[in-house]
């Protein structure tokens, strides 16, 4: 029975407060080309604390600022009004650390636009899990 309780203890205050203890490290999602853009590339999502950091890196990506956010839906059905706003890639790079958990961050898919003036162009999506 000794056993027993800790594991219990473990579920209850899983299910409490929502926080999966598989949740504790560094989430990857991998960012696949599109429109023939060339870019490709990864997005890491790490939980600290009650904030989330994003950090993405686009191989293949201009020097100009790219605009990147989090959508509802996937890369095949992706809704075209952005959830989250990221911090633009600029030269392949961009961290953002929203005010949020991880949970609210992993959903839907992430997608990297063209250009501020073509924001219609998506060049790199990735699902998120």
């Known amino acids: 029975m000794k056993r027993v309780l800790p594991t219990v203890a473990v579920a209850a205050f899983t299910a409490m407060t929502g926080i999966a ?47 990147a956010h989090i959508h509802d839906g996937t890369c095949a059905s992706l809704d075209p009004k952005p959830r989250i706003p990221l911090q633009n890639v600029v030269n392949g790079k961009s961290t953002t650390v929203l005010d949020m958990p991880l949970a609210e961050v992993k959903k839907g898919a992430i997608n990297v636009h063209k250009s501020a003036s073509d924001l219609k162009t998506y060049v790199a999506c990735g699902d998120l899990k």
Request: proline content about 9%.
């Open 21 to 67: 203890l598989a949740q504790s490290g560094p989430v990857t999602a991998q960012l696949g080309e599109q429109n023939k853009s060339g870019e490709t590339g990864t997005a890491t999502i790490t939980p600290q604390g009650n904030k989330t950091q994003v950090v993405l890196q686009i191989k293949g990506a201009p020097a100009e600022a790219q605009p």
